[in-house]
């Protein structure tokens, strides 16, 4: 057996080079390049690997810059999805606060079930000068680290003891990296000093491997049972998740509601399974989602879900669903998923296969004429309400701009391929409802995390992902001033490597979307604004507005900012400025400022926020009576 003395670190990157991901006809790297904050945790061990890699051969693992470990890994997040899960980044970050900043993103990857490989360094091994610089003492345990907070966020987490755990650990953590079930995020904790140990690596190890996707049928009872009470329903409806989109099955899915037209309601990850124009698609579905989705979904006796993990705010915490008789068949590549609602007809299997099945399975069947009417015309009808809401109106004193309009603006300056990156606040719900998606990757709305300051560096992770693939299409983050304050350090990332996105920061002066759920359980928007400290009152409530500039603040990061005024024609020049962004050849932002007050329109969907059971608010008295009515709709969906 050949062998090379390498130390653990050097054999990591070598190994990682070396990954490939194979999708049918698609074969890319698995791992093209590895973001990093050096410290000395990490310095001698993946620092100097990536050094030496550097020097010897530039393109084996390229290394990108970062400001935050957090960002690197909501980086990494937005790669993956770009790239359909097939390809990731890897993240290394020093022992102590580097590894504990990377934990946020490593639970928001897991939850959006995305691949991401995270490198923490950890204390020595040896444990030969305990406490080391930022090690963590527990006298009941002086094994635990910070690196232990890792476990429950990852899908996969080991620790590399001695060099000789490196083999196993990094052929295991490759498969749950690569595997559609059970991928997220995948951490391999590294030792300081056992990152510089050497050891003798066999060749084997180092050379090129295939990671090949799978990609299974359904079994033919489950097929059988589905297409059976796919032929009895009288009202079935599909409800798209990511899954329709990381399996490439948009096309199948397609040809599938033409041939029977059952319609379509997306959840946020699905957002791109169909365009927003076609005839069987309703929109978003659920808590943030359209009335056309939401009525058809609420009478339905078959919900075929497919890719879906049936969040609350898909289910609208289980009150959309209000048919005695519904039914739950759920294809679904994991079966943690497929049997989600009590479901007894879970269908195994990729997205793409199952359809295709069902398709040649179901030929000939369709829906009976009267439920197609009434598709069309619960969807003919949202699309007046959303024509008119993001029509371009200046609404408030002073002439504010609404977010609908904002999502107008953006929408109409656009391009069909151009993507939509966004993940909290109050603009998923509503471009859950009002964005009309063109292109299977164009809406990139993290929302099972739902993590303020995902947005830039998320969306540069969709960038890069896009750029490795040849696709010059723009990247457009909209993010409020909330989510900017967060986390936006990854604008000097942006400028460093010459990246281009183009930013729309919404300033509504607090947590706009916050404040409105706070209103609906009664607390007034407590909290929620940004304003001076009263201090007799001891609250933000009265004060005046902080007199910070976030457009300076962005334009010292060395990229374009483009500044709008509030007016009657914001709308207007909004789209012009969104324009004249796409045009640049770098990074631009355009900071807007908008009403918090101004709503989108709402599309009959709830979310359950418990309110206070007694309160001496009489706005949360009030606000407890509407929430007991609305539990009233809540099911177990057992079927």
Sequence with gaps: MTTRRMTVAQALVEFLANQWTVDGDVRERTIPGMLGIFGHGNVAGIGQALKQANVQDPALMPYYQARNEQAMVHQAVGFARSHRRRATLASAASVGPGAANMITGAALATANRLPALL???DTFATRVADPVL???EHPHDLGIQVTDAFR?????????????QLFSIA?????????????????????EDVQAEALDVPEEFLAPREWRIRRPAAEGWALSAAVDAIRSAQRPVIVAGGGVLYSGAEDVLRAFVEATGIPVGTTQAGGGSLNWDHPQYLGGVGATGTTAANRVTGEADLVIGVGTRYSDFTTASRTVFQNPDVRFVNVNIAPFDAYKHGSQLPVIADAREALTALTAALAGHSVHPGYAMWIAEEKAEWDAVADAALAPATVGLPPLIGQ???????????????????????????LHKLWRVRDPLGYH?????????YEIAGGLGVKRGLEADGDDRDVIVLVGDGSYLMLHTELATAVAEGIKIVVVLIQNHGYASIGHLSETVGSQRYGTRYRYRDDAALNFERGDFLP????ANARSFGIDVIELAPGPDTAARLEEAVTAAKASTTSTLIHVDSDPFAYAPGGDGWWDVPVAEV???????????EYVEQRKKQRPLLG
């Design 548 to 551: 910070v500039d976030l457009a």
């Design 119 to 121: 490198l923490p360094s």
């Design 152 to 164: 429950p966020v990852s899908r996969f987490f080991d620790r590399v003891q001695r060099p000789e």
């Design 134 to 136: 930022q090690q963590l």
């Design 615 to 625: 309160s001496e608010l009489e706005t949360t008295r009030t606000a407890r009576s």
């Design 404 to 430: 609908s309009q904002i999502i107008g603006a953006v929408q109409r300056a656009s391009d069909p391929r151009d993507v939509v990156v966004q993940a909290a606040g109050s603009l998923p719900g509503d």
């Design 171 to 191: 052929l295991a953590a490759m498969r749950v990296l690569t595997d559609p079930a059970e991928t997220g995020a995948v951490t391999i904790a590294l030792p």
């Design 445 to 453: 709305v993290e929302y099972a995390f739902s993590c303020m300051g």
